[in-house]
């Protein structure tokens, strides 16, 4: 277990940008790292996800609007926003998972094995 803590969430209107932060305490040192999110009465969804090499993936809700990245340590991940929308409205949740594979890019929750609290994003229209 890694002990994760995400900030950065808010209110915005639609259209605004917002930039979530998400640092492994301890600057423990991870192969895969992603966002996750979900709104109040749905499943949670994953978001983007990047592994220790560089590669990302994105749901396609969010693709072209969002990009995920990361400080050279591999310690802290980012998740900027831009071009927001109400539909976008959740709780974000940062995970690291042991797989710097095809198995961190999918976005399946299972593959993750350390979570943070969540950080709330609210996008007004």
């Known amino acids: ?7 950065g969430g808010g ?9 979530l932060s ?12 992603a966002w996750f999110r979900q709104a ?10 990047i592994t220790i090499n560089g590669g990302t993936s994105y749901a396609d809700s969010v693709k072209g609007r969002f990009t995920i990245s990361q400080d050279n340590a591999k310690t802290t991940l980012y998740l900027e926003m831009n071009s927001l929308k109400p539909e976008d409205t959740a709780m974000y949740y940062c995970a690291t998972g042991p797989y710097s594979d095809y198995r961190c890019l999918s976005l399946i929750g299972h593959r993750y094995t350390s979570w943070g609290q969540g950080t709330q994003v609210t996008v007004s229209s």
């Open 22 to 33: 998400c640092a492994a305490s301890g600057g423990v040192y991870t192969y895969c790292m």
């Open 11 to 19: 209110s915005v209107q639609a259209g605004g940008s917002l930039r």
């Open 1 to 7: 277990q890694v002990p994760l803590v995400e900030s």
């Open 40 to 49: 109040p009465g749905k499943e949670r969804e994953g978001v983007a996800a």
